[in-house]
């Protein structure tokens, strides 16, 4: 038997309340059964997908959202939820053509153009991922999510300056990230940086499972005095390991 309209606004506020709360495990089902009573009501449908989005239910949500962008084309936050959706679920054509449509409704929007380049690094389409960062990082430079995938683009293309900048503006904002540290070593010991690139190494400390505590640590001395191969020591003619 349909419930009434009374019925309907009271399960409504049920739920939201719930979801308010941050119990989308109890506003899920209530929204399901709202959701069957009026599949045609776009906010509905979209609490539905969010709620099954907390939930870690990303398959299950894809259906609800897909509604709800249909039925709220002039929403941003319910393209950008169902183009999120489909990220996760690995469907990147479909999230970037939601995003586009996202983008269109909110130009500029630094989030947005990240994830278009996510969602065209996905699919290979490098170039065009890094104009979409390009944009990102033009709204809010310091966009860290831009920041890092723009430079292992750079990285890949041989921009080894470029991606430096972007790694060393992550850094102003969290100076003592490991992963990043270890990162910019990389790229600095490559161009033969040692003193920096020897300092930013030691952040693989923090990095469990990536060093073994028996070795040595570098103590900021002088990279000539650094005993490589002490068997083996190294001619200062050559700069080869003599051979005996």
Same mark, same amino acid.
């Given at each position: ?10 399960? #409504? *506020?049920?739920?939201? %309340? ?18 069957? &009573? ?19 239910? $990303? ?7 897909? *509604?709800?962008?249909? $039925? ?6 319910? %393209? ?14 479909? !999230?970037?053509? #939601? $995003? ?10 630094? #989030? ?13 389409? $490098?170039? &065009?991922? &890094? *104009?979409?960062?390009?944009? #990102? ?38 100076? !003592? ?7 910019? !070593?990389?790229?600095?010991?490559? %161009? ?13 400390? %923090? ?16 990279? =000539? ?5 002490? !068997? ?6 050559? =700069? ?5």
């Amino acid at each position: 038997m349909p419930l009434s309209d009374s019925q309907i606004q009271s399960l #409504a *506020r049920d739920a939201m %309340q719930r979801a308010q709360a941050g119990d989308f495990a109890g506003a899920e089902p209530l929204l399901a059964q709202l959701v069957a &009573e009026r599949p045609n009501a776009g906010q509905a449908l979209h609490l539905l997908g969010q709620a099954r989005l907390k939930l870690g239910r $990303f398959a299950e949500a894809r259906e609800p959202l897909e *509604r709800a962008a249909k $039925f709220l084309p002039k929403e941003v936050a319910a %393209q950008i939820n169902y183009a999120g959706c489909l990220t996760v679920l690995g469907e990147h054509e479909a !999230s970037l053509w #939601a $995003f586009d449509r996202a983008a269109k409704l909110k130009p500029y929007d630094p #989030a947005i153009n990240h994830n278009r380049g996510h969602a065209l690094e996905a699919l290979g389409r $490098f170039e &065009e991922a &890094e *104009r979409a960062y390009d944009e #990102a990082l033009l709204v809010d430079h310091r966009l860290m999510p831009s920041l890092i995938a723009r430079a292992g683009l750079l990285e890949a293309r041989g921009d080894w300056v470029g991606a430096l900048a972007d790694l060393d503006m992550a850094l102003t904002n969290r100076p !003592s990230d490991a992963t990043l540290l270890v990162r910019r !070593s990389g790229l600095l010991l490559q %161009q033969g940086d040692w003193m920096r690139g020897l300092a930013d190494y030691e952040a693989r400390l %923090q990095l469990p499972g990536l060093y073994a505590p028996d070795l040595p640590r570098w103590q900021g001395e002088p990279v =000539g005095r650094l005993l490589i191969y002490p !068997s083996r020591p190294i001619s200062r003619a050559t =700069g080869r390991c003599a051979t005996r």
